[in-house]
Structure formats: structure tokens, C-alpha cells
């Protein structure tokens, strides 16, 4: 079965506080995503992850990709209350006739506090 | 990267009604998806949108609940047929670009 496990789904933190959120898949794939969403919005793409060992820094956002673990991790440095939102990990599958869709993570709500 | 515009963004709808949630992407591109989002959810695939064929639908997802056109490679429209309160939910729709998957504003639909 076909698995993306997120977490922690819900995060608290201090402005300027450090944190790691993760994501472990069950199988073989090409490509990995991160998106934000905010409240009533639709999804904010972040970054994607195509090859082993990648890593891509957006502001205070930093994804990286472990093919071999099947993780990847998206870390947060020095959060400010602007970076409140759910994120999303998604892993790109090709299986049977659906190719090129995504699955989905349940998110991790992250709450930046003053 | 694709832009997509998906409407309407709302809609509040009558049980056994049926509503039509329109895609247009401003490029064109081969695969075209639909996903739904519970309140408080994360995403569910419903179907992929094929350009000259029948949607490929994912389990629990029948195409008379949820038929999908394809008509061209920058448009897609999904139905949501027959409705009732458990259909609430958000409606997205997405498209593939090279490695990117771009998703449209959704559509938030009620159904009393």
C-alpha cells in the first residue's frame, strides 16, 4: 500500500525557534513536493525534490531528500509568525493507469507563536 | 509554471443537485488531475483526467458520482452528481508541468 507519513501533524513554535518537520513514503519514487497551504486557500507549491541527496532553501525553508530512507524533511530556521500555516508533503507514484498523480501526507499545521 | 484557474471558488448547493467545477490551465499539459480536501483533510486524488479518453478513476470514486470531461489539453471540468451534505468539501484541481504539479484556488462547496 502506497504511504506518505507526516509529522508531527500539529506544531507549536516560538518565534525564532528552530524546527524539522518529516516525511516517510512506502515505496520507489521520482520526485517529492512540499506545498503550504493557508487557511480557505488553495496549495502554495514550494519546492520539489527530484533526485537523492537534494536540497533546496526558500527564506527560512529548507527541504532535503533521502531516497534511500524514503524521507524527506523540511526545516525551519528562526520561524516568524508569517510561516504560520499547514504544509503538505506529496510523493509523485507511477503505478498502473494513473500516472503522475500524488499522494498526500495528512499536513502539519505549524503555529508560530510570538 | 502552470497558472491554473479553476472556478467557481464557491458554491452552496441543494441536496440531489449537481454542480460542474470548471479547469483552465494557461498552457497546455498532458495530465490533469482532480482532488477533493475534507474540512480539516489532506488531499484525496479522485480521478486523473485523460485528453480523449475516459477518466481513470481511484477507488472509492465512480465515474456516475463524479464524471470528468477532458475535451482539450487546457481544460477539464469535474461533476459532482447528485449531492449531499457528506460531498462538502474543497475541489481542487491540478496539473502536471515537467517535474511540477501545480494546483488551482479550489472550490469550497457546501451542500444543505
Known amino acids: 500500500e502506497l504511504k506518505v507519513e507526516q509529522n508531527p501533524l500539529f506544531l507549536s513554535m516560538q518565534e525564532g525557534k528552530n524546527y524539522t518537520i518529516y516525511c516517510n513514503y512506502s515505496t520507489t519514487s521520482d520526485r517529492l513536493y512540499w506545498y503550504r497551504q493557508d487557511p480557505g486557500k488553495s496549495l502554495e507549491s514550494l519546492f520539489v525534490?527530484?533526485?537523492?541527496?537534494a536540497v533546496k532553501q526558500e527564506g527560512r525553508l529548507m527541504a532535503s531528500l533521502d531516497t534511500k530512507a524514503r524521507l524527506s524533511t523540511l526545516h525551519i530556521t528562526a520561524a516568524v509568525h508569517d510561516l504560520s500555516a499547514t504544509y503538505f508533503c506529496?510523493?509523485?507514484?507511477?503505478?498502473?493507469?494513473?500516472?503522475?498523480?500524488?499522494?498526500f501526507g495528512k499536513g502539519t499545521k505549524l503555529s508560530v507563536k510570538p | 509554471s502552470a497558472v491554473i484557474s479553476q472556478k467557481p471558488s464557491r458554491d452552496i448547493c441543494q441536496r440531489g443537485t449537481s454542480l460542474t467545477i470548471q479547469c483552465q490551465v494557461d498552457?497546455?499539459?498532458?495530465?490533469m488531475f482532480w482532488y477533493r480536501q475534507q474540512p480539516g483533510q489532506s488531499l484525496t486524488l479522485i480521478a486523473t483526467?485523460?485528453?480523449?479518453?475516459?477518466?481513470?478513476?481511484e477507488s472509492g470514486f465512480v465515474i456516475d458520482k463524479f464524471p470528468i470531461s477532458r475535451p482539450n489539453l487546457t481544460f477539464s471540468t469535474l461533476t459532482v452528481s447528485n449531492m449531499s451534505p457528506e460531498d462538502s468539501s474543497i475541489y481542487l484541481c491540478?496539473?502536471?508541468?515537467?517535474?511540477?504539479?501545480?494546483f488551482g484556488q479550489g472550490t469550497r462547496l457546501t451542500v444543505v
Open positions: 506529496a510523493v509523485g507514484f507511477n503505478y498502473g493507469g494513473s500516472q503522475g498523480n500524488l499522494i
Open positions: 498552457s497546455q499539459v498532458t495530465m
Open positions: 491540478s496539473a502536471r508541468q515537467g517535474p511540477g504539479a501545480f
Open positions: 483526467a485523460n485528453q480523449g479518453s475516459e477518466a481513470t478513476y
Open positions: 525534490l527530484l533526485s537523492n541527496g
